[in-house]
């Protein structure tokens, strides 16, 4: 019987399998693991901390994926089997965990579609998983009858593995078979990078070309467009959301009293945070002072102030903006009492940023429409 630390590390291995794969969204990623490690561990230490085990490896993976600027082994076989769908071999990835199990989900797809297929070929979950771990992939393939049933010609078989081997050789995947109708198509090992974040190239496009990838850090826009997506949320209200939270995460760095704003910018795909300040004759006591600059003090630095206006801004929060806050700490830190080089935000990872989104959305009511 294993041991408490045995399940959990074998546990450990199944949350880096499902993160690695690229498989599923994340959602749907930390759904299927929350189940398998509270069915196991409940609301013990070990469940929270495979559990945080599986956030962090999806935000070490969306960065290393944007590292991935040239095609990868799997796009050549996702391209392989866009070519085999359009040649009527239905081609299906990370299907079924059992051979009859994969089947039937084939053959229902196959129905579903309304489309005569000749034949199929794929690749189990339990494929994926050896995949992962460096030991390649084995394909099953086989023909279809004209009703969408398994045929039993073996001569048409072998004609869909003839047809499925020859189909990887030509877009470069590496691959064994013995020609044998009982036998299964071997992809050799290779680097396992398979998408979940970025775009497929086009099949037709050249292999030197680069694939539309993510940047090296995640934009919000894009952490935007999974809310919407994945989370079935209506764009506004993601929007506002995010806002929201970088807006409070903002004062708890800088300081809670500070009239702080926080604003999307879909032409960067990045949410802006500003500072306000009023123009005053003389500063208030207390909180509301500290958003207050009088008059005097600020045409003493060459401002053509009056007093009742409002001057706006921009705080550079996030490290790779270094350069542009230390420009600003230069210029205006005097006027606004802070200086953020050297002090960004930190903990502002994609899954923080998606779920304290998600937790504003839980208990804020939805935002107003938007003026354009």
């Known amino acids: 019987m294993a041991t408490g630390n045995e399940l959990e590390s074998d546990l450990r291995q199944q949350v880096e399998i499902a993160v690695r794969s690229g498989y599923g969204t994340e959602s749907e990623?930390?759904?299927?693991?929350?189940?398998?490690?509270?069915?196991?561990?409940?609301?013990?230490?070990?469940?929270?901390?495979?559990?945080?085990?599986?956030?962090?490896?999806?935000?070490a993976q969306l960065k290393e994926e944007a590292r991935w600027t040239e095609p990868t082994t799997n796009d050549a076989i996702s391209w392989a089997f866009e070519e085999l769908y359009d040649r009527d071999i239905a081609a299906a990835q990370n299907i079924g965990g059992t051979l009859s199990e994969a089947w039937a989900r084939v053959i229902d797809a196959v129905r579903g579609d309304y489309v005569p297929a000749r034949g199929a070929t794929f690749f189990l979950e339990q494929d994926v998983a050896q995949g992962v771990l460096g030991a390649g992939l084995m394909l099953s393939f086989g023909a279809l009858s004209n009703e969408g049933t398994r045929?039993?010609?073996?001569?048409?078989?072998?004609?869909?593995?003839?047809?499925?081997?020859?189909?990887?050789?030509?877009?470069?995947?590496?691959?064994?078979?013995?020609?044998?109708?009982?036998?299964?198509?071997?992809?050799?090992?290779?680097?396992?990078?398979?998408?979940?974040?970025?775009?497929?190239?086009?099949?037709?496009?050249?292999?030197?070309?680069?694939?539309?990838?993510?940047?090296?850090?995640?934009?919000?826009?894009?952490?935007?467009?999974?809310?919407?997506?994945?989370?079935?949320?209506?764009?506004?209200?993601?929007?506002?959301?995010?806002?929201?939270?970088?807006?409070?995460?903002?004062?708890?760095?800088?300081?809670?009293?500070?009239?702080?704003?926080?604003?999307?910018?879909?032409?960067?795909?990045?949410?802006?945070?500003?500072?306000?300040?009023?123009?005053?004759?003389?500063?208030?006591?207390?909180?509301?002072?500290?958003?207050?600059?009088?008059?005097?003090?600020?045409?003493?630095?060459?401002?053509?102030v009056e007093a009742g206006d409002e001057l706006v801004f921009q705080l550079f929060y996030l490290e790779k903006d270094a350069d542009e806050a230390l420009l600003q700490d230069e210029q205006w830190g005097a006027v606004l009492g802070l200086k953020t080089q050297g002090h960004s935000i930190e903990g502002l990872t994609p899954h923080s940023l998606r779920e304290r989104a998600l937790e504003h959305l839980r208990t804020s009511p939805p935002p107003m429409d938007r003026q354009e």
């Open 29 to 59: 990623v930390l759904a299927r693991l929350e189940e398998l490690v509270r069915r196991e561990f409940g609301k013990a230490p070990a469940a929270e901390r495979l559990l945080a085990y599986a956030r962090d490896l999806l935000d």
């Open 151 to 304: 045929d039993d010609d073996d001569e048409a078989s072998l004609v869909i593995g003839r047809e499925v081997f020859e189909t990887l050789e030509r877009h470069g995947v590496a691959a064994k078979w013995d020609g044998s109708v009982r036998s299964r198509i071997r992809i050799l090992p290779f680097p396992w990078r398979n998408r979940r974040w970025s775009t497929l190239p086009s099949r037709a496009s050249n292999m030197d070309d680069e694939p539309q990838s993510l940047a090296e850090e995640p934009s919000h826009r894009q952490i935007l467009e999974q809310l919407v997506r994945d989370e079935g949320i209506a764009g506004d209200a993601a929007t506002a959301a995010l806002e929201a939270f970088i807006c409070s995460a903002a004062r708890e760095r800088y300081g809670m009293s500070r009239h702080l704003e926080a604003k999307y910018n879909p032409e960067l795909g990045l949410v802006e945070v500003f500072q306000c300040i009023k123009v005053v004759e003389a500063r208030a006591a207390g909180a509301e002072g500290e958003n207050q600059r009088t008059l005097a003090e600020l045409r003493q630095r060459g401002l053509e």
